[in-house]
């Protein structure tokens, strides 16, 4: 850890920065959430295909996005005064940063913000990639049918998870956490997204995906990949797969995929970012 002033810090290939803040919860624009908390801004796990850069004001980390993170350091006090005054919802915790980057073990700025939403009988749905969230289960368990926490598992296979999601807890980890939080009877889902032409829309990783959700009694989400302007630059590595995923043929392809699996697994699955279920915990045909 190098300091490089007495706002920022240096760790490896990670700048961060401080600051305060003078709002915590933001109105979602997400179905099924009324508030969105996000504790950090820039994600370090820099995910190639992340796009909450967009949605990133401070420009110090969208502009190095993975390699800068700003802790907002007065989140938890401005937040504890947001959430005796407004009204109950639910709160998405981690929209545009993963609340359980590297920079959480020191901060715990994700862990008390838990404390005071649950503290005051907000709903908190959590989504993530980290294991790192198995460290709050005592909270978690606090929050009765109020809490719900997503895993995004975009693939099973280590090689694909490393290129695309080059700094992320690798799969497996994931895949430990959800079973561990299913054991402890925690609500969970799965985000399988985004599903990339030519990476992770096959046929097993779909189904590896489907059934791990069904085996730990999860909600499946999916989310075909949402091709945003910079996927179409000349020198982006995942180009040649945006302008598939723009296709019919794809999204009618995945979009059956998944509803048999889901018909096949019996559960309740979901597009990502949209209401209405694809299918509702169907039964085993
Ligand atoms: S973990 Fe989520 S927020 Fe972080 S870089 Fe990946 S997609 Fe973006």
């Not at 504790?39 to 992340?50: K, L, R, V």
């Not at 949605?55 to 907002?72: H, L, N, P």
């Not at 009765?144 to 895993?151: P, Q």
């Not at 994931?174 to 990339?196: D, H, M, N, Q």
Request: net charge positive; with cysteine; glycine share 8%.
């Amino acid at each position: 850890m190098t300091l490089l002033s007495s706002s920022s810090i240096k760790f490896g290939r990670l700048t961060v920065y401080f600051t305060n803040v003078k709002t915590a919860l933001s109105r979602s624009g997400l179905p099924d959430l009324d508030y969105a908390l996000n504790p950090y801004a820039g994600c370090s796990f820099g995910c190639i295909y992340c796009y909450a850069r967009l949605y990133t004001s401070d420009r110090r980390a969208s502009e190095r996005w993975g390699e800068v993170v700003i802790v907002k350091s007065n989140i938890v006090k401005v937040l504890g005064r947001e959430a005796r005054r407004m009204p109950r919802g639910v709160v998405g915790l981690g929209t545009i940063t993963d609340g359980y980057q590297v920079v959480e073990s020191i901060f715990k700025l994700t862990r008390k913000s838990l404390e005071t939403l649950i503290g005051e009988g907000f709903h908190v749905s959590v989504q993530t990639k980290s294991p790192m969230v198995l460290r709050d289960l005592d909270i978690l368990a606090t929050g009765g049918g109020k809490v719900d926490v997503g895993l995004t598992i975009t693939t099973l296979k280590p090689e694909i998870a490393e290129l695309i999601e080059p700094h992320a807890p690798p799969p497996l980890a994931r895949l430990k956490a959800l079973k561990k939080l299913s054991e402890a009877k925690i609500k969970t889902w799965v985000f399988y997204g985004p599903i990339i032409p030519g990476l992770n829309d096959d046929l097993e990783t779909a189904e590896s995906i489907a059934s791990l959700s069904a085996e730990t009694g999860s909600t499946l989400y999916y989310d075909p990949l949402r091709v945003k302007p910079f996927m179409l630059a000349e020198d982006y590595p995942l180009r040649e797969a945006a302008l598939k995923a723009k296709s019919r043929e794809f999204l009618e392809g995945i979009e059956a995929i998944i509803k048999r699996l889901c018909i096949k697994y019996g559960l309740e699955c979901r597009k990502g970012f949209e209401a209405t279920p694809l299918t509702s915990n169907m039964s085993t045909l």
